[in-house]
């Protein structure tokens, strides 16, 4: 068997043969976030053969990822490796015939027409809303599928845009929740198998999609709970006839270039993140609790995150804003400092 007859277990179901498994390799997927479930479907993707994919990832490895992002290793957490670069050599070691782009940088409004040119799906590997809205105005402006998944403890959502004939993201969720009001992955905590049922949901859902079988994507939103043992299909039906996005074209996470940037804070080592919204400090006092020793004075939350590191070996601190600001003490990297802010506050 050569090299070349990798494929011959996918090329043998029926719908995708030879001409599918061509068509395959010449698509391009864009995983945007590298997490638990861009690693999971980078993974599937490399093995199936598409020709091109994208990583894009802002954060680094670190050792409480280990258990569910399973392209990272133990190495990779004790050098701080960009999740994006880390992702990518494991990948390319799995499958040399394919091209794998990686990009260590926060995908912005500003920054995504240059790092999702000339792809054919987008796959949300994303822990924030913010950067999904964003790429829901993309995808249906531009018209590419966008395989949006939220997985949080065991149980998760799932759902594939097909711009134009689905419903998308904000058909169903006009607006994305408040900032720090909802639990995230680093809060509540998460199962790698949650994850894997996500992940192989956007994965066979790109696979028809690139090998020419669009018309076999189920228009629902899948919902799960792995613990309770339930699951449901919901049908979506057609694009909301109100949507701001795809009824009245009005892409304002894309057009969000005025909204003030997370700025690193000169000479004290620390990144300010402008926020979305009031924060109720209360609430996430309540979260935080198990992260680190963390006490409110007025209008500031302030705490040490006993997980984080900054550069000198100390912990991150955080200072947390009713206004929805927030300073991240102990890193002059805006990335990262937006990363450990989504994971820890959520947007
Ligand atoms: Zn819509």
Redesign the pocket.
């Known amino acids: 068997m050569t090299i070349s007859d990798r494929y011959h277990r996918q090329r043998l179901v029926a719908d995708i043969g030879d001409d599918g498994q061509h068509a395959i390799g010449k698509g391009h997927v864009a995983i945007v976030g590298v997490g638990a479930l861009g690693c999971m479907s980078a993974d599937m993707l490399t093995r199936a053969g598409v020709g091109t994919i994208t990583l894009i990832d802002r954060d680094i490895v670190e050792f409480t990822n280990l258990q569910r992002q399973v392209l990272f290793t133990e190495e990779d957490a004790k050098n701080h490796q960009p999740k994006a670069s880390a992702a990518a050599e494991r990948l390319k070691s799995i499958n040399s015939e394919i091209q794998i782009n990686s990009h260590v940088e926060d995908l912005t409004s500003k920054n995504i027409d240059r790092l999702l040119e000339g792809v054919d799906i987008i796959i949300d590997g994303l822990d924030n809303f913010n950067t999904r809205y964003i790429l829901n105005d993309y995808s ?1 402006k531009n018209k590419i599928p966008f395989l949006f998944a939220g997985v949080i403890g065991a149980s998760g959502n799932v759902m594939t845009i097909i711009p134009n004939a689905t ?5 169903l969720f006009p607006e994305p929740p408040p900032a720090g009001s909802q639990e995230t992955c680093d809060t509540a905590g998460v199962i790698a198998p949650a994850i894997g049922i996500a992940a192989s949901c956007q994965c066979s859902d790109a696979i028809k999609i690139l090998s020419n079988n669009i018309n076999r994507v189920s228009p629902t939103l899948l919902v799960f709970d792995l613990w309770n043992t339930q699951s449901s299909r919901f049908e979506t039906g057609c ?2 006839e109100s ?1 701001e ?3 009245k074209n009005n892409y304002v996470f894309l057009q969000s270039n005025s909204s003030p940037e997370a700025a690193v804070l000169c000479g004290q080592n620390a990144v300010q993140i402008p926020g979305t919204g009031p924060i109720d400090l209360e609430q996430l006092a309540c979260r935080l609790k198990s992260q680190g020793s963390f006490h409110r004075t007025g209008p500031i939350l302030r705490g040490a995150l006993n997980e984080e590191l900054s550069d000198e070996g100390n912990s991150v601190v955080l200072l947390c804003f009713e206004d929805g600001r927030a300073i991240i003490h102990g890193t002059n990297d805006v990335g990262r400092a937006k990363a450990i802010f989504a994971r820890f506050i959520g947007n």
Do not use: E, I, K, T
């Open positions: 249906v419903p998308c993201l904000r058909c694009p909301n949507c996005c795809c009824s």
